[in-house]
């Protein structure tokens, strides 16, 4: 393998540092105590009665899906955004149930409620909202709805952990909540996922679902040094390009393991959690950069946070001023970490359709699939990269300016006109 030249930025990142990996090798020693200890400093930074460690995001969010039916037997559909991470139809499908979707505001990302409520119906067991890229989303309305319709309401903040909207932290609105620390997330212990409730009777069905943290696995321990070099940009070539690490790749996999997240890496998690506010911090740092040099654009815009949000900037997400670009091309500029987000909308998963429950038509989610372009915004990204960045979105966006060459009836406009 040839190394490039050139620096490579990683679409996002939350790096591990000496003495995150020296306390998860304490942790290794005296596992009941690092789980306890990561569990009460979840408890108390996000006021949560009861949190369970398991290994992955979608496990947790499988579990707790779970936890739900055992409380709602009859129900068996979730309804979701249309255009969110694979892992989240992957953890319905693995917890048995069927998929639903709703669609999305272009302009903000949240939940289109009208397309929600139509999506709606007496076998909804639960709505998925989803912070996307860390931008907070008001769940009033949704509670609102799920209560009228039945359902709970799962707050997925996978993506926004620490991000808060009216002072309500994401990932304590719902029935129950989600973080996940996989690569790629507000904070990472390489992969695990949180999952927290406040209702006892969620809690008990989540208890017998996830086992208690114990153990380890000299490969996870692997994984996190390697993580722990590699994520720099002069190496980035390198785990990119490394298929157990699966960065940036999206894929539909109902077949995970549910296990607990074993000792090293509630350790690790544990001395990653002291720092989570100074990365969103950092990253909300380099977004108000990039913003105020997209301000100045006119052929692009930011997806805009809503008012009384505190977002934590995962990534800082754009589209096109008219909703799609010129000839339908995507400026990605991989190599800085610019790069499109997930490449479907969840209805056109193809191994996804059989497990699809509705109409599954959500024009807006297929037309942020094709066009969002997300900008990095962790600690690695530097003044000159920014520079370098905004430099070519500005050539671009004087292109978008000036070009009559749409796609055919595919701007936001007409789509959302199509829709009234
Ligand atoms: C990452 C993510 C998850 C969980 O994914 P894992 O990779 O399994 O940790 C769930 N929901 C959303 C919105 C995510 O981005």
């Excluded at 979701?80 to 272009?106: C, E, I, M, Q």
């Excluded at 989803?130 to 509670?143: A, E, I």
């Excluded at 609102?144 to 359902?151: N, T």
């Excluded at 506010?277 to 040099?293: C, E, F, I, P, Y």
């Amino acid at each position: 393998m040839i190394a490039p030249k050139f620096r490579t930025l990683p679409p996002s990142a939350a790096p591990l540092h000496g003495r995150d990996i020296l306390a998860g090798i304490r942790a290794l020693g005296r596992p009941h105590e690092a789980a306890e200890e990561f569990r009460q400093s979840i408890q108390k930074k996000f006021g949560v009665r009861h949190v369970f460690f398991t290994t992955s995001g979608r496990a947790g969010l499988s579990a707790g899906l779970r936890a739900l039916r055992r409380l709602n037997p009859d129900r068996d559909e979730v309804l979701l955004p249309a255009y969110t991470s694979f892992s989240v139809p992957s953890a319905v499908v693995n917890a048995g149930l069927r998929v639903s979707l709703y669609d999305l505001h272009p302009e903000t990302l949240a939940p289109d409620l009208d397309s929600l409520a139509a999506a709606l119906t007496p076998n909804t067991l639960c709505v998925v909202a989803c912070h996307l890229f860390g931008y907070p989303l008001d769940l009033d309305p949704l509670r609102e709805l799920c209560r009228a319709g039945g359902a709970a309401l799962f707050d997925d903040a996978a993506q926004a952990m620490g991000a808060s909207i009216g002072g309500k932290l994401a990932g304590t609105m719902g029935d129950v909540g989600l973080f996940s620390l996989s690569r790629g997330k507000n904070m990472t212990a390489v992969d695990g996922g949180i999952v927290l409730t406040d209702r006892d009777d969620v809690a008990e069905g989540l208890a017998a679902l996830v086992p208690e943290p114990a153990g380890f696995s000299a490969r996870h321990v692997a994984q996190s040094l390697m993580l722990l070099a590699m994520l720099h940009p002069r190496a980035y070539w390198l785990p990119a390009s490394l298929p157990f690490l699966n960065i940036g790749a999206s894929v539909f996999d109902p077949v995970f393991p549910m296990e607990s997240m074993d000792s090293w890496r509630t350790g690790l998690a544990g001395s990653v959690l002291e720092r989570l506010d100074a990365l969103n911090a950092g990253r909300k740092n380099v977004a108000a950069s990039l913003l105020s040099k997209l301000d100045k654009m006119d052929g692009v815009r930011a997806i805009r946070p809503l008012p009384e949000a505190e977002p934590v900037f995962l990534r800082l997400p754009l589209l096109p001023e008219k909703g799609v670009w010129p000839h339908g091309r995507v400026p990605e500029i991989s190599e800085m970490g610019v790069v499109r987000s997930y490449p479907l909308a969840l209805q056109d998963i193809a191994s996804l359709k059989p497990h699809l429950a509705g109409s599954g038509n959500c024009p807006v989610a297929a037309l942020l699939a094709e066009n969002l372009l997300t900008l990095p915004t962790h600690s690695f990204v530097q003044d000159a990269d920014l520079m370098a960045m905004t430099g070519i979105l500005k050539e671009i966006s004087e292109t978008v300016e000036n070009t009559t060459n749409w796609l055919p009836g595919c701007s936001v406009q007409t789509i959302m006109e199509n829709k009234a």
